[in-house]
């Protein structure tokens, strides 16, 4: 996402990504969110979002980045912990997040697994650090650099999702690779650390 110039990172704001006017509103349809502009009035399932709160910044060409955090949680046969969102991407993805400012990633992991999934993590380690371009994320973010987690399954764990997803389930390498709702950013983890996080190594 190529930020306008008026469209400054100092100032909090919420804009619409097709006239970059203020006034948006959120709506739901079908258990949904999604966002409707004042001014031209038209819907997205995302919207360009400039908060303090989060790490981002604008490179040398004006591309918006925002940092992120995700935690691959295995269980004993290999598979993946994933939810199904019901905000943008509407896809199985990890459960994930912004980095918060001044926050340190291994703390924001931790507390998006929280947040998300109503799971405590105790042996949470770091996996990989890189950037995905091509990561749209619902603030309107379209490259995202991940501080990646792992952690294996603790015995006691019992999922309760937050409202941003509608259910759970565990995911084999094979569905993570193949499956056609697996969000982008989750395909590109699994295939960059296959050898880290599945039990054989076949590419």
Known sequence: MKIPKNISLNRNGQYCLF?????????????????????????????LVIDEKITSWIDKERIYWHESVGTLIKNDEGQIFCIL???????????????????????????????????????????????IQGDKCRRGCDDHMWNLFIANKPKDFVPKLSDEASEWKWMSKDELM??????????????????DIFLDNTP
């Not at 459960?95 to 105790?122: T, W």
Request: hydrophobic share 35%; glycine share 4%.
């Open 85 to 131: 969102r019901k905000i943008y991407p509407f896809e199985y993805a990890l459960p994930a997040g912004h980095l918060d400012a001044r926050e340190k990633a291994e703390d924001a992991a931790s507390r998006e697994v929280q947040e998300e999934i109503g799971v405590s993590l105790s042996d949470i380690q770091p996996l990989g650090h890189f950037a």
């Open 19 to 47: 006239c970059f006017n203020e006034g948006v509103e959120r709506l739901f349809e079908s258990d949904k969110t999604f966002y409707k502009c004042s001014s031209c009035n038209k819907i997205n399932a995302r919207s």
């Open 178 to 195: 193949n499956r056609n709702d697996i969000v982008y950013p989750l395909k590109y983890i699994a295939k960059k650390y296959s050898a």
